[in-house]
């Protein structure tokens, strides 16, 4: 079973924006949507390693500020044409917590 | 509740082409029917001619594969004519006797073949060149006979010609005009083209009128005889003399036709339910014969269809290719030419080179190329654009590349390039790739080749090269719309201009508004949209808007470039270039200390700390804050440097203080964002030592005051600055730049550098607003002022206080 634990508020996290957490097997970015749902994905892009949380968050996805892939929140694939897939990490929104799974 | 139902009859190009766009922003709309005559489901009909060749398969080019079909829902009648429409009832009746209610009908027909109203027009062996079909018989022909005749000398018939020819056939081409494609060519044009097929093995029978075919003993046509008595052997004929729309159902129906489908601006026939595209269609008397324009219908029908009620079609522009491998040739517009029109020919029969440029009234209205039509996308373009071509018309028919191009843009020739020849440098992506792509694919547009292929997506100097391709690739097919045109990105189906527009006149003040205002088909906007947006609006409400860093690219977000490992550079202001001693020390120490791999002098005359850790970023820019320095915004679309040279002060030519008068510019402009970044120079003297000939803004120093030039660009595409004007002062100087800079900030699109704005306004413009117009260029002026006042210093802003946050690490916290 995996723990959860507090990492910040929502409001810590910038709409439309990320914040990452380092952890000891790489950063992980936590993205917020306009709709305020969280998601999480290993910070490191598909295609060439690309800081994802560096880049702009739009609808369910953020695309890659190195060489614009676009990632989907909900599976961590790339979308098409591109094909490639990031690691995601279970979050979750509690009274305006955020917690992740670790 | 059951949805809308629409019933689409014939499965072409244009018709399966507006139920993509549809998809794209009404996914879940309607429940589709199609009807389709052929058993094939939708491909790409231009490619035939390839097959013909045996340069392509029958499977490589089909569009939509029944996978698509079944993925959207579509319920899909293949192999089945539609031979009534009940309007009334609201139903279509197919041969088969099956009944389809619609509640929208789309009639995408096509056209058919116009069979020549001679004896023996119906004998076997007698075809058109239209469909699968068709094409399959021709290929079984070549196995089994050796005479074929082609009646038509157009693009079709030509195609048609080489092909069987290809195939082993002895073929003659028939044509009743005087020289080939005579509406596409002119006559010098037509003779060559003529020339060259003949070296290949065609024969020509031009001005001949035919009287009859004659079948033989087996049945099959055997011969054509022609009004002057001559006959020759014929045991295949393909009449390519012309197609007829297919309107006949329509007509029937009592839809009012008049050599064609009559549709209004929106698609729609006299019927409203019933819409029409494709080559069916009449739309303002015209019906079009090639795929660019009917895809244009496609868009605007089906933003009709899902209801939007923005589009209209206004009818196109076309531009032909012929798709014989091995012989070049483009025509667009009024290629003849004629009253009130001038012509710029250049006539090389040797090199097998023609090229002919229609203008009227300064712009170019037409135009025919062979032998080298590596221009003719480009000449497109301006066509399209109505550009004014007067100041570069001296080098108009020498090509895109002699106008001031060293790029890779024009240089290559891009039907001559070989297929492992590399066309975008920064993905490497060959001309192989892209080609493979676009037939594989279906590419029609240089997004989606940007999207599959990744070339042009980077620095986007190739985007002219693969505009090349696609036109060599697709023939006719391709078509560019005219810049002003072009939606800002996928989100949106309004343009730059529009956008701008709307934002001033409905007062528009934040990104979400504009999204919701403007109807994005995105609840968010894009990577693309966004910044541009954000631009839009801070730069017409300063001091109004808030600015929105969700809404900028990474290094305007950070005020920092960020590096291919994620890091960060960091690179100070150093005023017109001057630095000192206490500035290079705090410099030294901040490199040091925060263990900076790189330390580099850039082309921009100042230093480029580069790996910096983000969560470095406030504590470095704290201590260079505290030595007097900062940000130098070498990140943004923004004011970048003020280059300039030793000058009067200590240089024996200098005629004027250039570091003085580069400081005072670059103060006055500290803090300001553009539709891209803005570079400018001063040079002393005519010597020109700071390079002020490649700048935005250059001013070069004269014993009597100063020249300005404008719009120059040293980067992707080198560009010379443009005089401007000349005038006494420093303070002279300061108003016409800053006007200058005003202007391009309200009224560029984003990511135009001033010299693509200049080239699209013209510089006669810029005058009358700059030069000629004093209490303009004040206003402004003042304006630009205004929108400056009271701007911080970025770094220090960051260094404390909430806007620190970006920089921040999260850490699990203990529950
Ligand atoms: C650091 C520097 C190279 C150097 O070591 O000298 C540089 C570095 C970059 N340039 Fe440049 N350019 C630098 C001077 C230039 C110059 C020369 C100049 O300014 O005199 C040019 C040509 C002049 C011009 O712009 O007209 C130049 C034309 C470009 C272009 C092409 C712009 C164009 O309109 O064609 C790009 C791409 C872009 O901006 O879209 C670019 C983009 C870039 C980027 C920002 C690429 C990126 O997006 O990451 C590079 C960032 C490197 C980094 O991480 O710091 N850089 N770049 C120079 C910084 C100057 C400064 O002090 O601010
Ligand atoms: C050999 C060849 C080469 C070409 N090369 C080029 C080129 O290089 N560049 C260019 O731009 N264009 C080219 N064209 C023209 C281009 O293919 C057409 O403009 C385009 O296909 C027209 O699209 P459409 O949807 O209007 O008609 P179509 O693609 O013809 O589709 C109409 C469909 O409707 C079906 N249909 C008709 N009536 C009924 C009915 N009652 N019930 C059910 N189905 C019906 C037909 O069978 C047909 O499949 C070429 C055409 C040919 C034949
Ligand atoms: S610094 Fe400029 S020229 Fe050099 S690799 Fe980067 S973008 Fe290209
Ligand atoms: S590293 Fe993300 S797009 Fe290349």
């Known amino acids: 079973m995996s723990d959860w634990k507090k990492i910040c508020t929502l409001e810590e996290i910038p709409r439309l924006g990320a914040r990452v957490v380092k952890s000891l097997g790489g950063d992980i970015a936590i993205f917020r949507t306009s709709e305020d749902e969280v998601f999480a994905l290993h910070d490191k892009c598909p295609h060439k390693g690309g800081p ?29 044409p591109d094909v490639g897939h990031c690691s995601k990490f279970e979050v979750r929104l509690e009274n305006g917590d955020v917690y992740l799974a670790v | 509740m059951s949805k809308p139902k629409l019933v689409m009859v014939g499965n072409g190009m244009a018709g399966v082409r507006t139920l993509e766009e549809l998809f794209k922003i009404a996914p879940e709309m309607y429940d589709v029917t199609i009807f389709g005559a052929e058993p094939h489901p939708n491909y790409n009909r231009i490619l035939l001619s390839p097959v013909l060749a045996g340069e392509m398969q029958v499977q490589d080019i089909i569009l939509n594969d029944h996978d698509w079909y079944r993925e959207n829902k579509i319920n899909l009648h293949l192999g089945k004519k539609v031979v009534k429409i009940d309007r009334v009832r609201r139903e279509v009746i197919s041969e088969d006797g099956s009944v389809e209610p619609y509640d929208r009908l789309l009639l995408a027909t096509g056209s058919t073949p116009f069979m020549l109203p001679i004896p023996g027009n119906d004998l076997p062996g007698v075809i058109g060149y239209r469909d699968i079909a068709d094409t399959d018989a021709m290929i079984d022909a070549a196995k089994t006979h050796k005479h074929a005749v082609v009646i038509g000398g157009g693009l079709l018939g030509l195609e048609a010609a080489n092909g069987l020819k290809l195939r082993g056939m002895d073929v003659t081409v028939v044509h009743i005009g005087p020289w080939l494609l005579e509406r596409q060519l002119d006559e010098v044009a037509g003779r060559m083209l003529q020339k060259s097929l003949e070296d290949r093995g065609l024969k020509f029978l031009l001005e ?49 036709c008049n050599r064609g489908i009559v549709v209004n601006d929106t698609m729609q026939t006299y019927d409203p339910k019933i819409y029409s595209v494709g080559e069916c269609v009449s739309h303002r008397g015209i019906a079009y014969g090639l795929v660019a324009p009917l895809f244009e219908q496609a868009k605007v029908c089906a933003n009709h269809l899902a209801n939007y009620g923005i589009g209209r079609y206004t009818g196109s522009v076309t531009s032909t290719k012929l798709k014989v491998t091995g012989i070049d040739l483009f025509s667009a517009g ?24 229609v203008i009227k009234d300064n712009k170019l209205v037409g ?98 090269l693969c505009e090349q391709i696609l036109a060599s690739t697709l023939g006719g097919a391709y078509q560019a719309t005219a810049s002003d045109k072009k939606p800002m990105c996928g989100c949106t189906d309004h343009s730059h201009e529009d956008v701008r527009r709307v ?33 839009y609006l801070i730069s017409t409400w300063p001091h109004l808007v808030k600015d929105d860093p969700q809404s900028r690219f990474i290094n305007e977000r950070a005020h920092a470039n960020i590096q291919k490992d994620g890091t960060f ?40 700390l580069l790996g910096v850790k983000k969560d470095d970023l406030p504590k ?35 005629t004027q203080k250039s570091m003085d008068l580069g400081v005072k510019l670059e103060k006055m402009l500290f803090g300001m964002w553009s539709p891209h970044k803005v570079k400018l120079a001063v040079s002393g003297c005519p010597r020109n030592c700071a390079e002020a000939g490649i700048k935005d803004i250059g001013v070069i120093g004269v014993d009597s005051g100063y020249e300005i030039y404008v719009a120059g660009n040293g980067g992707i595409k080198t560009e010379v600055a443009e005089f401007l004007c000349k005038v006494g002062s420093d303070e002279e100087v300061m108003e016409v730049s800053g006007a200058f800079l005003q202007l391009y900030r309200e009224e560029a699109w984003y990511l135009d550098r001033t010299c693509h704005y200049v080239q699209r306004v013209g510089l006669e413009y810029i005058k009358s607003k700059i030069v000629e117009d004093a209490e303009g260029r004040k206003a402004l002026y003042n304006r630009l002022l205004d929108s400056l006042k009271g701007i911080k210093d970025p770094w220090a802003e960051r260094v404390e206080g909430e806007l620190k946050r970006e920089f921040e690490m999260l850490a699990v916290q203990p529950v």
């Not at chain 2, 940000?631 to 280059?643: C, E, F, L, N």
Request: aromatic residues 6%.
């Open chain 2, 334 to 357: 009024d290629y003849m030419g004629g009253k009130g029109t001038e012509e710029i020919v250049l006539n090389d029969p040797a090199g097998g080179v023609y090229k002919k440029l």
């Open chain 2, 208 to 256: 001949k009128h035919t009287e009859a075919l004659i079948g033989g003993e087996s049945g099959r046509v055997a011969a054509i005889r022609f009004k002057d008595g001559m006959q020759i052997p014929a045991d295949l004929v393909v009449m390519a003399a012309g197609i007829r729309p297919n309107y006949a159902l329509a007509e029937s129906a009592g839809i009012y």
């Open chain 2, 569 to 608: 550079s960091v690179v100070p202001r150093m005023w017109g270039g001057l630095t000192t001693p206490n500035e290079l020390r705090a410099i030294a120490d901040a490199a040091e200390k925060y263990k900076v791999p790189t330390v580099k002098v850039t082309g921009g005359q100042r230093i480029d």
């Open chain 2, 367 to 464: 135009g025919v190329l062979y032998g080298d039509t590596a221009d003719g996308p480009w000449y497109f373009q301006l066509l399209k654009d109505g550009k004014d071509i007067h100041e570069i018309r001296d080098h108009l028919l020498f090509g895109q590349s002699t106008v001031g191009d060293v790029g890779h843009q024009g240089q290559s020739k891009a039907a001559a390039m070989s297929d492992d020849a590399e066309v975008c440098g920064c993905n490497g992506v060959t001309k192989g790739t892209i080609v493979q792509a676009i037939k594989a694919k279906g590419l029609f547009t240089l997004d989606e080749v940007k999207k599959h292929t990744k070339a042009a997506s980077s620095c986007g100097s190739c985007s002219g």
């Open chain 2, 620 to 654: 470095m820019w704290a201590d260079l804050s505290a030595a007097g320095m900062v940000s130098g915004h070498a990140y943004g679309k923004s004011i970048r440097t003020v280059k300039t040279c030793v000058g009067a002060e200590h240089c024996r030519f200098g």
């Open chain 2, 503 to 535: 934002i001033r006149e409905k007062k528009l003040t934040s990104v979400p508004d504009v999204i919701s205002f403007m109807e994005w088909k995105t609840p968010d906007g894009c990577d693309k949209c966004r910044p541009a947006l954000n631009y």
């Open chain 1, 52 to 80: 994802l949380s560096q880049g702009i968050v739009h609808g369910k996805r953020v695309t890659c500020p190195m060489h614009g892939w676009n990632i989907q929140f909900d599976n961590g694939e790339a979308v098409a």
